[in-house]
């Protein structure tokens, strides 16, 4: 009983490792905005230029990857005092991401580690179906009816309408469409089921390393 749970511990920490890793390299990878710059037409929707455009999605970016205190200032775009608490609030959510993906990442490896020499490994295999199970519900969701997800997610997230922005007095929005927030939940989607084959990849190959070996030793 108690290697089971312990299995299931260890499942369920390398899958939350697994979402927070995909959730911070979806938003240190720049490369998906800048191609979204011209997929969407941002610039001949927004009027501003692409380099305008980059200047401060980049400055959005450092600050929610850093994690200093230092206050948000756009290069060249307007900021209300309710953009200002939201993009704070945004940021405490990655810095949890952030935390989580490196204290699991560190914490797996241990157990990893301790799990190998024991020559244990379904955790590996409930990890797998943990990871791949996820992605598939909130998948169908996305696909289904995304501006529902998209609305329901923010709710949930957020104890205020901060979210709700006003182009007039914050601009920044109009760089940000909806589109590309997809395209980032469908990459991080894509980065847990990758995740998902990893894990399933290691498990075969240990249970067949075993194998061989009791073959060998019978």
């Known amino acids: 009983m108690k290697k089971k749970v312990l299995h299931g511990l260890m499942a369920l920490l390398l899958t939350l490792t697994v979402i927070s890793v995909s959730v911070v390299f979806t938003l240190a990878f720049r490369p998906l905005y800048y191609f979204d710059i011209h997929a969407l037409d941002i610039p001949e929707r927004t009027g501003y230029s692409e380099e305008r455009i980059r200047e401060n999605y980049d400055v959005l970016i450092d600050y929610n990857l850093s994690f200093g205190d230092e206050p948000l200032e756009f290069p060249s775009l307007a900021m209300s005092e309710s953009g200002r608490i939201h993009f704070e609030e945004v940021k405490d959510i990655f810095n949890l991401f952030k935390y ?71 601009p920044v929005i109009n760089i940000l469409p909806d589109t590309f927030f997809m395209h980032c939940a469908l990459m991080i989607l894509g980065c847990v089921v990758l995740g998902s084959v990893a894990c399933a990849l290691v498990y075969r190959r240990a249970k067949r390393r075993m194998r061989e070996k009791r073959l060998k030793e019978a």
């Open 100 to 170: 989580m993906a490196i204290g699991g990442a560190l914490i797996s490896a241990a157990g990893i580690w301790l799990m190998s020499r024991r020559r244990e490994y379904l955790y590996l295999k409930l990890a797998s179906i943990l990871s791949i199970a996820l992605p598939a519900v909130i998948g169908l969701f996305v696909a289904v009816n995304w501006e529902w997800a998209f609305v329901t997610f923010h709710h949930i997230a957020f104890d205020n309408d901060y979210w709700i922005f006003d182009p007039a007095t914050d």
